[in-house]
């Protein structure tokens, strides 16, 4: 949170004290506000700065630990009350500020042909040569994405750092980095150039980390930037050992992509090393010095990738497959290169022949759509699964699933996707390409060569015989496991990495000299400017190429469904007269309507579509639940891969990474059923996430139901409506929407109908929307009528992820119904919060009184109260405003502690395998979460008896934590 958060500001004080300022600003402005005796005059000031036109950027870096004051401590809000006067005298004193928002900045874009500059005023004047205590390499990457590249990234590090090594990364393009969080625990030591520095000035930044670090190796792996930079840094780091590793050739992108790069760096490079031994020789071929190349095979961690069964029975129950029908997986970005054309003329072929068989594509891409029409069009739905951008976790359960990998690419290095599979006991088949024979031979799976024109019907009769001999697949697949193990496990990887680091090492100590002088100086300056040239030119032209490349997509998908298509559904505008929504759903072809997955990709085919960013939802750890029991067995009572979790490691990662943003589409449906699609003439918005959907696509009895119209219409409804869900799902993302429907009362709200009064209960009695601008969506079939929704202008917030609510979308929620929680709940003492189950239907507490009555004597200082459904919705709320600790049978009786503060401590007693819902809901707030494990109970037991003792002694461990955090805020 900080200055990003731009109005947001105006409410809470988002930006911590740690701030650098000009100070002519802050002499301008008046400085502090002298008058504030009570707190809070840092808050005035960021208000101040706004008022008079001034505003500020946060660094996207952990920087510095924060300490939270204890509650109370400010006397201008202490309470409800006198946060309100705090709040109207902000509102008169910067009246310019609330009335029409903080400023709104950008950062100064890079200037046309400017000159890198030499390091060397920044290399003396902040000098900061580091104690160097082991070997230590600097690694220089683009960034920290999903990808085999960045996988193979970690994996290197992870095993140098066990070997005792020291580890610097330095990322050179804009990037979410969605795996720093994985990669800051090898290192802190990370340095993302774009968040902190213009183009112009990241090769003497680099020149200056090797100057401080004194690295033994500069490690360039998949880095056009590095690259480019090379002269530069042999010039100004003449001491530097530089290695780089080529992962693949490309010849469509760039002339052989780093492949090509690597062979025209090569003068400045010590050694090169190569992912195969087809890769090597083409990059000789380029030009390379063949005394310095060698190949090292990437290899994988055959400890990981071993066949997990649990995740076999389970994704193999849930197609219905049995034990000789023959699962095929088919990983990869859905884009020409990869042969999705190849796969699906492949499944058509044994389709047709009537074999026993399953394939699923794993991945996203350009083709995603192409591949889906051709899926549909053909009637292979039953037979063919396309799963989309997955996360990674979830790809190794699919691994364990499958008995045979696919994967007809027309270019390839070394597929580490199918490494992975053969190191999980799955046969491979897969195209003669790059150094993929060095992998597979005969004796392990099958290789075609791409390109004939008889290339699918040789895949479709290979996998023909696996299917019609499964013991052969599995026989395959044992012996594909055990030449991982032989040739190719991680374990060599490094031990022969490090000899190669060696052999540079020498070749460098004859050379180096070579580089040290005032000409090559000048040559690296002006090769480095001209490549950030070259850079900001591409970036330029990108956007333009692409918009080009998916109007061209749209005109031939139009044009391949026809003209007549067109005619007959109509333009996408209306008339009013013979073409109106009522008379244009009954025409639509629900089953040739284009999928839009991601609504990112869709702006740039729809440029008359709005999007306002609201933020980005990062991956970061969580914490696994807590337990009192020495040495608890988490993997076998939780159960791995619940809800995506591999193992229950300490930290946890949360992987759905998304944007969050609100959407403006104009003249589009929202269908009736399970999910509140929305749909037009020509497509339809599932916006899927990995594996999870997030709305259903529209189906024909859909067109029956009325059509119910509105001017303005904003929708909070998706898949999955519970109280649960309503609570910590639909809520949440009224949170992204609140700004919005309180600046414009015309604007309808679409709301699930719960069947009971809680979706009045936040939004009329508590949020205090209007009741007539709420419309109620039914879920499911049945409904006399059904309703389809129409708006002429409809404002889509992003989606939840089904039970994994992220941080972004809880902490709008939150922010949006502090006000309320602040204005209508009296102060009063905190509690601890027993959520009853006493009357539920299930897993009924059958000793809930015995447990509150030894609670209160063994903690007679503790106000305690136990909570109801009875109990109303805002006393509820207010209950859990002021909760210290809130316990709970795993249920939906824990749902309301999403109106907990990050303060409260969450108690939740499991039984085994459960839903996780609310460990992601109160990690994700940031709550300290314990779990008290009841061995014998299941989630079907219809009455459960309390572990009391565990649970009094977790209690007590949870307040004496509280304490100990208490007595830390005495100290300072």
Request: hydrophobic content about 40%; overall charge negative; glycine content about 6%.
């Amino acid at each position: 949170r900080g200055f990003q958060d731009g109005d947001l500001n105006r409410f809470e004080n988002m930006i911590t004290v740690a701030t650098v300022m000009r100070t002519d600003v802050l002499l301008e402005i008046g400085g502090f506000d002298e008058n504030l005796l009570g707190g809070m005059e840092d808050w005035d000031l960021w208000m101040r700065f706004a008022n008079n036109g001034h505003w500020g950027y946060t660094l996207p870096e952990y920087h510095f630990w924060y300490r939270v004051s204890p509650p109370g401590k400010w006397s201008s809000i202490s309470n409800a009350t006198n946060f309100a006067k705090h709040m109207e005298r902000q509102q008169a004193k910067y009246s310019n500020v609330y009335v029409k928002g903080v400023p709104k900045i950008n950062r100064i874009a890079q200037e046309k042909y400017e000159n890198t500059p030499p390091p060397g005023d920044l290399v003396t004047t902040l000098a900061n040569p580091l104690l160097r205590c082991r070997l230590h390499i600097l690694v220089l990457i683009p960034y920290m994405e999903v990808g085999g590249a960045d996988q193979f990234n970690f994996n290197f590090l992870y095993r140098m750092v066990e070997k005792g090594w020291e580890v610097t990364i330095v990322c050179d393009k804009t990037a979410n980095n969605v795996l720093y969080s994985m990669f800051s625990r090898l290192t802190p030591d990370i340095f993302v150039m774009p968040r902190f520095l213009p183009s112009s000035d990241q090769p003497r930044f680099i020149a200056y980390i090797i100057e401080s670090r004194k690295p033994d190796l500069v490690f360039i792996s998949n880095s056009e930037r590095a690259y480019h930079y090379l002269p530069y840094l042999r010039a100004f780091a003449p001491e530097a050992t530089i290695v780089d590793y080529v992962h693949s050739e490309t010849p469509d992108w760039k002339s052989g992509g780093y492949a090509r790069y690597s062979a025209a760096e090569e003068p400045w490079l010590d050694r090169s090393l190569f992912a195969s031994k087809h890769l090597e020789e083409y990059v000789i071929d380029l030009g390379h010095n063949p005394n310095k190349t060698s190949t090292v095979y990437i290899g994988v961690d055959s400890q990981r990738f071993q066949r997990n069964e649990v995740s076999r029975k389970a994704i193999r129950s849930k197609l219905n497959l049995s034990d000789d029908t023959l699962l095929i997986v088919y990983i990869a970005r859905l884009e020409s290169e990869k042969g999705p054309d190849v796969f699906a003329q492949t499944v058509q072929l044994l389709h047709k022949d009537g074999l026993n068989f399953m394939a699923v594509s794993i991945g996203g891409g350009s083709l995603y759509d192409e591949l889906n029409n051709t899926i549909v069009k053909h009637g292979l739905t039953q037979k063919v699964k396309l799963l989309g951008t997955t996360p990674y976790e979830e790809v190794l359960h699919w691994i364990s699933a499958a008995d045979v990998s696919f994967l007809p690419s027309k270019v390839e290095g070394i597929s580490l996707a199918l490494m992975e599979a053969m190191s999980t006991g799955v046969t491979c088949v897969a195209a003669r390409v790059g150094g993929q024979p060095e992998l597979i031979t005969d004796e392990v799976g099958f290789l075609v060569v791409p390109g004939s024109p008889y290339e699918a019907e040789q895949y479709a009769e290979i996998l023909a015989g696996l299917i019609r001999d499964p013991a052969k697949a599995r026989a395959l697949g044992q012996a594909s496991k055990q030449r991982i193990l032989d040739h190719f496990d991680s374990v060599n990887t490094i031990t022969n990495l490090q000899k190669e680091f060696c052999l540079a090492s020498k070749v460098h100590h004859h050379s180096k000299h070579l580089f040290n002088n005032v000409g090559m100086q000048r040559m690296g300056i002006e090769y480095a400017s001209l490549s950030i040239e070259y850079e900001r030119t591409s970036d330029e032209l990108l956007s333009i190429w692409r918009e080009l490349q998916f109007t061209q997509s749209k005109i031939s998908m139009q044009s391949n469904t026809g003209k007549a298509l067109a005619a007959k559904h109509a333009p996408a505008t209306f008339n009013g007269k013979d073409i109106t929504p009522e008379t244009l759903l009954p025409t639509i072809k629900f089953d040739t309507l284009r999928s839009v997955t991601n609504i990112m990709d869709e702006r740039l085919v729809d440029r008359s579509m709005k999007i306002n960013l609201r933020g980005y939802d990062e991956q970061y750890m969580r914490p696994r639940p807590r337990c009192i029991i020495d040495n608890f067995n988490y993997n076998e009572f939780l159960g791995r891969y619940n809800l995506g979790v591999d193992s229950w490691e300490p930290e946890v990662p949360f992987r759905y990474t998304q944007d969050n943003y609100i959407a403006e589409l104009t003249n589009v449906y929202l269908s009736p059923g399970d999910s509140g699609t929305v749909f037009d003439w020509d497509r339809a918005f599932p916006l899927e996430l990995g594996v999870i959907p997030m709305f259903k696509r529209p189906v024909e009895w859909q067109k029956t139901c009325v059509v119910e119209k509105y001017s303005k219409l904003a929708t909070i409804v998706q898949l999955h409506s519970s109280y649960a869900h309503f609570l910590s799902h639909h809520l949440p993302r009224l949170g992204m929407l609140w700004d919005l429907v309180q600046s414009d009362p015309e604007i309808n709200i679409l709301v699930p109908f719960m069947g009971n009064s809680v979706v009045d209960d936040v939004l009329v009695d508590l949020l205090n929307i209007t009741k007539s601008r709420l419309v109620y969506y039914r879920y499911g079939e049945g409904w006399n009528p059904c309703k389809t929704y129409f708006a002429e202008k409809l404002y889509l917030p992003n989606p939840a992820v089904t039970d994994n609510p992220s941080r972004e979308l809880l902490e709008r929620m939150y922010q949006m119904v502090a006000p309320a929680l602040r204005d209508r709940c009296r102060p009063r003492e905190q509690a601890i919060v027993y959520m009853s189950r006493e009357d539920a239907r299930s897993r009924k507490v059958i000793n809930e009184q015995e447990f509150l009555d030894q609670l209160q004597e063994t903690f007679p200082n503790e106000h305690i109260v136990r909570w109801s459904y009875e109990k109303s919705f805002l006393g509820t709320v207010c209950l859990m405003h002021r909760a210290r600790i809130v316990i709970g049978m795993h249920g939906q009786t824990m749902a309301p502690i999403v109106f907990a503060s990050n303060k409260t401590s969450v108690i939740e007693l499991l039984h085994s395998r459960p839903w996780l819902h609310y460990w992601n809901v109160a990690t994700a707030k940031q709550m300290d979460y314990w779990m008290v494990p009841i061995m014998e109970a299941s989630h079907e037991s219809q009455s459960i008896t309390l572990p009391i003792d565990k649970l009094i002694k977790t209690v007590e461990e949870v307040l004496k934590k509280k304490q100990q955090n208490a007595n830390k805020h005495d100290e300072y």
